[in-house]
């Protein structure tokens, strides 16, 4: 059977114009020599949609999703490539898109669902529907001009949904909608795929990714650079944003800030030396106990970080300490040995450390983690070093949020049975 939808070897660029010339004189005399840069939004993608499928499309702005999704809508036509779809197609792509700011809600209704070719007679018999759907009833025969941004979202998506679609393509709009509002387009979108609907969805949110999609592909620069389960994709793309960005230069440049207790930003990076004597800290290396051969852990798993250290002989009063760092360089876990109730250590010259962690509990990310040494006599730090993209966790669940928890849900004293 035929995919739902076809993507072979799409591209599409558009012309960035340096000089804009507004008069006729000066579009007659600069004709055809207007300097340009050609921009390559999307470079020879290809890949399927599968009926009943809902697949993601994540990146970074400017990436080429939401001109992929125009293209699949017929709305913009690639430079080169085909794309063959499937069945009746309803997109909700950009916020008021296919509304006239002069004509009332109501008169957009039959507006927007002729341009997806619905009959004026079949929004007749859902135009209650979709009304009760926005839940703009009152506003119904007001200009759309006077509508809000969430307004404009819940009667697009409304009408979206409400045209008996075969496929539905969703860009970033649902982010401005209210919350009860976009918990009921997630449960449409939900029945949507229960009842065997294609559904493309664009989203810069790894959680609804995570929860909406079935798999996922990750654009970068117009180029699909990989692809994947929704949390595999997820992964992907954080790899590519931290590519660049690591946590020790962003340490390093904020060292002359105010001091704070366990900010690793306020610390003077580097060796420090006290009468001679120095401790520094050497590889620093994270493993995975029950997954050694994955790369990676899932929420909860055990996790082992192994430090190396070299010392300038044997060094009595050293306090070791951990700090791991989410992608965007806040603290999610700091400790160190005398936070634990340990006693000072003593280090020969060479030597490793580990840190054991029995349970890992975030739902997913890239992380980093910092390793120092500091004197327990008064507190001079050795060394402090960072591990960028030390390790990352993958998770394979459809909850939200930062952490993990595995919550049972008991009502009435007995234990909710799981769907069969």
Not at 118 to 142: W, Y
Not at 295 to 311: E, F, I, Q, R
Not at 317 to 342: N, Y
Not at 390 to 398: E, M, P, Q, Y
Request: hydrophobic share 40%.
């Amino acid at each position: 059977m035929p995919a739902a939808i076809e993507i072979d070897r799409v591209s599409k660029h558009f012309r960035l114009y340096h000089e804009k010339y507004t008069s006729l004189k000066e579009r007659v005399i600069h004709l055809n020599k207007i300097p340009y840069e050609e921009f390559w939004a999307l470079r020879d993608i290809s890949f399927d949609v599968n009926w009943g499928e809902t697949v993601g499309l994540v990146g970074h702005n400017g990436s080429g999703k939401s001109t992929l999704l125009k293209c699949i809508a017929a709305i913009l036509q690639p430079t080169s490539g085909e794309i063959r779809v499937r069945g009746r197609v309803a997109a909700m792509l950009e916020l008021g898109a296919g509304f006239h700011p002069e004509l009332s809600g109501r008169e957009n209704i039959y507006l927007n669902a002729a341009l997806l070719g619905v009959a004026k007679k079949d929004i007749d018999l859902r135009f209650d529907d979709i009304v009760e759907f926005s839940e703009l009833g009152p506003f119904i025969d007001n200009q759309v001009r006077y509508y809000s941004s969430g307004m404009y979202t819940r009667l697009g998506f409304a009408v979206a949904v409400n045209v008996d679609p075969d496929i539905l393509l969703v860009d970033e709009v649902l982010a401005v909608g209210d919350e009860n509002f976009q918990r009921k387009c997630f449960d449409k979108v939900e029945e949507f795929q229960r009842e065997g609907r294609t559904i493309v969805f664009v989203s810069h949110s790894p959680d609804i990714v995570r929860r909406v999609c079935d798999r996922a592909y990750v654009l970068d620069h117009g180029i699909v650079v990989g692809e994947g389960t929704a949390p595999e994709a997820i992964s992907i793309l954080r790899e590519y944003q931290a590519k660049g960005s690591g946590l020790a230069s962003m340490i390093a440049s904020m060292q002359d800030g105010e001091e704070g207790a366990g900010n690793p930003a306020s610390i003077q990076l580097g060796t420090a030396e006290i009468q001679g004597v120095r401790v520094m800290v050497g590889q620093i290396a994270v493993t995975f106990p029950s997954t050694p051969a994955s790369g990676h852990l899932s929420p909860g798993d055990p996790m082992t970080v192994k430090v190396g250290y070299s010392a300038t002989g044997h060094i009595s009063g050293v306090i070791v300490g951990i700090q791991v760092f989410d992608q965007k360089g806040d603290v999610v876990f700091g400790t160190d040995s005398d936070l634990m109730g340990l006693e000072p250590l003593d280090v020969a010259p060479e030597g490793e450390l580990e840190f054991n962690f029995d349970s890992v509990p975030v739902s997913d990310g890239i992380f980093s983690v910092a390793i120092g040494f500091t004197s327990a006599r008064d507190q001079h730090i050795f060394d402090w070093q960072n591990q960028d993209l030390a390790f990352k966790v993958i998770s394979n669940g459809k909850s939200n949020g930062y952490l993990k928890l595995v919550p049972r849900l008991i009502q009435n004293g007995e234990a909710v049975p799981f769907k069969v």
